[in-house]
């Protein structure tokens, strides 16, 4: 495992760290929508759990093919989609979509007896047990999740404890541990792109448009994404153009 011992995360202040799950596929059947839709993201806005109830609420963007392939699986009641240790839950779970676009979900989840399903808060919860805050965010195999903490509980007990409990074709690394800031900042960015913004970003990213010098050009991108030039132009602007304002207006 990661290098973490107490002394790294015991500081007088309040911390955060971050971690992430990956998932094989045919291990989870939410994470395996995920992997099979490219355009598909998640996110949570808000986490709160106690030792009797959890409720959250979650914001999903992509194709609508892909929602409805992620309405399907999530919106089940039979499962956990907070779960990486056991397949099978038996606590009592509640979901309703808040908000249903084309190309957008908002969902509120209720989940009651959390001490009865091994999910990724009830693990962070037993060891630190108040004055926690936790964010999550699922994309292709990840489910990362960020926790915000009093700085003096030990974070190693945590993540060898989640460790120990990993079922097959799961893996658990260490992003960080840093002290608290920019809180949610990048989920709110995130928000307000829209599935094509997020394609051609990613593209933009992924075939090095943004190295120094630039890997590829505008033309590059728009045959690689099959799209006309001034279309990836247009969508790499404006969502750059929203990534600036947003986090300017929100985080500085």
Not at 41 to 69: C, P
Not at 74 to 83: D, Q, V
Request: one cysteine or more; proline letters at 3%.
């Amino acid at each position: 495992m990661p290098n973490v011992s107490a002394d790294s995360a015991t500081v007088d202040e309040t911390r955060e760290f971050e971690f992430v799950l990956k998932f094989e596929s045919g291990v989870d059947e939410l994470m395996d929508v995920f992997i099979q839709s490219e355009s598909l993201s998640s996110w949570s806005s808000s986490i709160f759990v106690s030792d009797e109830y959890m409720w959250r609420l979650d914001h999903a963007k992509g194709t609508a093919e892909a929602l409805n392939a992620f309405d399907e699986v999530f919106l089940h009641e039979g499962r956990c989609n907070e779960c990486f240790d056991i397949g099978h839950c038996d606590t009592e779970r509640t979901y309703h979509v808040l908000d249903r676009r084309q190309a957008s979900r908002t969902i509120y989840t209720l989940r009651r007896d959390t001490e009865e399903c091994r999910s990724v808060p009830y693990f962070v919860l037993t060891h630190i047990e108040k004055g926690t805050v936790f964010e999550s965010k699922r994309v292709d195999n990840e489910y990362r999740w960020r926790v915000l903490f009093p700085g003096d509980y030990p974070i190693g007990e945590v993540y060898d404890t989640m460790e120990s409990r990993l079922r097959d074709g799961v893996s658990l690394s260490l992003s960080h541990i840093t002290s608290g800031g920019n809180w949610n900042a990048t989920e709110r960015v995130a928000a307000d792109l829209s599935p094509e913004h997020w394609q051609v970003l990613q593209a933009a990213f992924a075939h090095g448009y943004y190295e120094r010098p630039r890997a590829v050009s505008i033309s590059d991108l728009a045959s690689i994404l099959d799209e006309p030039r001034s279309t990836v132009q247009y969508r790499l602007r404006t969502a750059e153009d929203r990534i600036m304002s947003q986090f300017v207006q929100r985080t500085l």
